[in-house]
């Protein structure tokens, strides 16, 4: 058999996350562009070299990148925007991290990142989540004046460099559609894909100058094929993809994230050299693939789950691939589902890691090896010991006994209907609210975190190597509640936050907490430029042994008269920011997830909390790629956030918060979850986001963010008092709380107290305007 393979792409941010480290240590100014570059090689050459040790048949060049992988489109074909106004001595990298985290004008303070806080300057790029990952990308702006051209070498010099180790090259770009299709118009009326004819011959050089290098295949990703695309947008890809077969090097058309559906035959029917799928997402199409794709051209079948951190049933997968290869007459190539990006770098690290869980998963270099093992098998070369590894793993983890708690079963089936409802309806509420918090008009607060200073993130590290005592880490964390609630009392917030200073992460926190959960030491991923995530696996059953913030935000409400929220995460976010078991339906993991959050509302409000909030951020992020299953994602996942907050009375506020996602088309679902109050990030969009929630006439309270937490600017109070009127434009003004888009946690206190100063006196001036 010929059997061929491949990745779409691997984890860029190291083993030990050395690209956050020289990024973090480049923006602090500590470290030059040519030495941020060199570590870029550094890492390019171990992962190249890693897919090389493994047996893959080609390395994959145009994956990695020092933010973003849209953003390097972006600078690739020429389009940034003219907004950014870059002078022609900037350096490419420079403008690159202009257009990531925006530019500064005007004096400077003490920052996080960089030493500096800046005044008001250019606001970043927007950015949003890509497809349903937990991944942000930078948006494209384009417009009737976006013009392309090949403007950037990077990717060529990057296939020179993995030639030069000797390697095979695969190359890898983002497919012209989908690019138009993942930016933004900043015109009104424009039609994005009118660009789609100046673009395509910038594409052809491109694909040319990868020919005259002698790279034999291009990967060119197009997942919104799996999406329910305009018929224009559909009619497009024959047309475009024609044009560029005319270039003469061979195209591997990559799908993945989402079944095919009415597009398999539009896919398969492409001019084009090969076609990638997702055999995870859309096992049941495979057949069909196999069926329609002409015999000349090649099948590349995503085997492993690109997505998820479970060890691949290697049995199972090969049940599915060798009647697929007998049709393809043993041409098949074989890959994981999708990018590695999303999965951790190696299980290598984790020798501290529960042994028996240990051996159910399978990390981004595990990955490669299943393909491997997987070739071998299918071209009559069987690696036994490898296939009775993964046999006695797989068949551990059905038969143990710690994913299953009856007790767990027994809560979900003594549900009762109402289990989810509130006592009475909003309106009620808010009058018993308002009168409980006195509140004044556009009242003030942040979302949540507050800078999680070198200090406290020293005291955690001490604490959990076992070198600072309980009593004396919890001693410090109090100090350090104690600082945050003095410095927001100075500010003047109406409603306060304890600060998050013993939280590592908003979901990492609670899952060491929660019954079913285990945690990796070095299972970071890439959420967006230098941030990384460690998500928690669930394995098994959730539940709440015992109160997970209770004694936190009591200490902190202790100390003030004004109301202090209780900070929580909701079960979506958990759910989704999770590596999560793949044996029982997401809805069941959600729902088991939600009534640990009601214990925890519901053991807040007996101490007396007043104000709790849950955040749901991935909530949007969650939606099925096809609308066809949103009303049954939606249905479960709006139902566990309200069972996981009705437990209190009507006089106990609910909050929740949303971030960097498009909301307008699920705001009778969002409306749904009946939250008294919403927060939402809208400073980017310029409050774009909040018009669809005025037209739709949302009920409940809303904090709009007035400012963007993710960019090193400081924004002015005029330019939040522009906000907030066009706030005030399409929400009722007693319905608006005003807000940063987002927690602070990455932030610095002197940029942090500058911008909830501005924030303060633009919520006042509103106050003495209306």
Request: proline share 5%.
């Amino acid at each position: 058999m010929r059997i061929h393979t491949h990745i779409l792409g691997f984890p860029r941010i190291g083993a030990a996350r050395e690209l956050k480290l020289a990024l973090e240590s480049h923006w602090r100014g500590e470290l030059s562009e040519t030495a941020l570059e060199a570590t870029g090689r550094q890492l390019r050459a171990r992962h190249w070299a890693l897919q090389r040790d493994a047996g893959l048949d080609y390395v994959t060049v145009g994956d990695f990148a020092f933010y973003d992988q849209v953003a390097n489109h972006i600078q690739l074909l020429g389009c940034e925007p003219p907004r950014f106004s870059f002078a022609p001595e900037q350096s490419p990298l420079s403008r690159y991290f202009t257009m990531a985290r925006g530019a500064e004008t005007g004096t400077h303070t003490e920052h996080a990142d960089c030493g500096h806080a800046h005044a008001a300057g250019t606001a970043a790029l927007e950015m949003t989540k890509w497809f349903d990952t937990n991944y942000h990308y930078l948006v494209p702006e384009l417009s009737p004046q976006t013009r392309f051209s090949l403007a950037c070498e990077r990717l060529l010099a990057e296939v020179a460099e993995a030639q030069a180790l000797g390697h095979q090259v695969k190359a890898a770009l983002i497919g012209p559609l989908t690019f138009l299709w993942l930016g933004k118009e900043k015109t009104h009326g424009f039609d994005r894909l009118s660009l789609l004819e100046q673009l395509l011959p910038v594409y052809g050089a491109l694909l040319d100058r990868l020919k005259q290098q002698g790279v034999a295949w291009v990967q060119v990703d197009e997942p919104i094929l799996g999406l329910d695309l305009p018929t224009a947008w559909r009619s497009a890809f024959e047309s475009a993809y024609w044009q560029l077969n005319q270039v003469g090097v061979n195209i591997l058309l990559a799908t993945y994230f989402s079944p095919l559906e009415e597009n398999l035959s539009l896919a398969c029917r492409l001019p084009m050299a090969g076609l990638h799928v997702d055999g995870i997402r859309a096992p049941h199409e495979l057949v069909s693939v196999t069926d329609w794709l002409p015999a000349h051209k090649v099948l590349s079948i995503g085997i492993v789950d690109g997505r998820n951190i479970w060890r691949t049933d290697l049995d199972a997968a090969l049940a599915v691939l060798q009647p697929l290869a007998a049709k393809r007459n043993g041409q098949l190539w074989l890959a994981p589902s999708c990018s590695l990006l999303h999965v951790p770098f190696s299980l290598e690290a984790e020798t501290k890691l529960d042994g028996e869980i240990r051996t159910w998963l399978a990390f981004a270099t595990e990955k490669l090896a299943e393909i491997a093992i997987l070739k071998g098998a299918l071209a009559g070369h069987p690696d036994d010991s490898a296939l009775a590894a993964s046999r006695q793993a797989i068949a551990g983890r059905r038969a143990s006994a710690r994913v299953h708690r009856p007790q767990v079963a027994q809560r979900l089936q003594a549900l009762t209907p109402t289990v989810d409802r509130r006592d009475s309806s909003f309106p009620l509420r808010q009058a018993v609210q308002r009168a409980r918090f006195q509140l004044p008009d556009f009242p003030t607060t942040t979302i949540g975190s507050f800078p999680q200073t070198t200090a406290i993130r020293a005291a955690r590290a001490s604490y959990k190597r076992g070198e600072l005592a309980i009593a004396d880490y919890e001693q410090q964390m109090r100090a350090e509640i104690a600082h945050a609630v003095g410095r927001q009392e100075a500010l003047g917030l109406d409603v306060l936050v304890h600060g998050e200073a013993e939280r590592n992460d908003m979901v990492e926190y609670f899952g060491e907490q929660l019954d079913g959960f285990i945690f990796t030491r070095h299972g970071w991923v890439q959420s967006y430029g230098s941030r990384c995530v460690k998500p928690p696996v669930i394995y098994g059953d959730v539940q709440r042994p015992a109160a997970m913030t209770v004694a936190w935000t009591v200490h902190a409400q202790s100390l003030t008269h004004k109301p202090v929220k209780g900070m929580l995460t909701g079960p979506v976010t958990i759910l989704q920011w999770s590596f999560v078991r793949d044996d029982q339906p997401r809805a069941t993991t959600a729902l088991q997830i939600a009534l640990a959050i009601r214990d925890e509302v519901a053991d807040l409000e007996t101490a007396g909390i007043g104000i709790i909030q849950i955040d749901e951020p991935a909530i949007r992020e969650g939606l099925p790629l096809r609308r066809g299953q949103w009303d049954t994602y939606l249905a479960w996942a709006t139902r566990a956030f309200r069972i996981a907050a009705s437990v209190v009375s009507d006089a106990t506020q609910i909050h929740t918060h949303m971030c960097y996602a498009e909301f307008n088309d699920i705001l009778p679902q969002i409306a749904a979850m009946d939250a008294d109050v919403i927060t939402i990030e809208t400073s980017r969009s310029d409050m774009e986001l909040l018009t669809g929630f005025g037209q739709f006439q949302y009920p409940n309270e809303i904090g709009p963010g007035v400012y963007d937490i993710h960019s090193p600017r400081i924004p002015s109070t005029p330019d939040m008092v522009a906000l907030l009127q066009k706030a005030s434009a399409v929400i009722p003004p007693a319905h608006l709380w005003v807000n940063p888009d987002c927690g602070l946690k990455t932030r610095g206190w002197v940029e942090t107290e500058a911008a909830l100063k501005n924030m303060v006196a633009a919520a006042r001036q509103m106050r003495a305007a209306a």
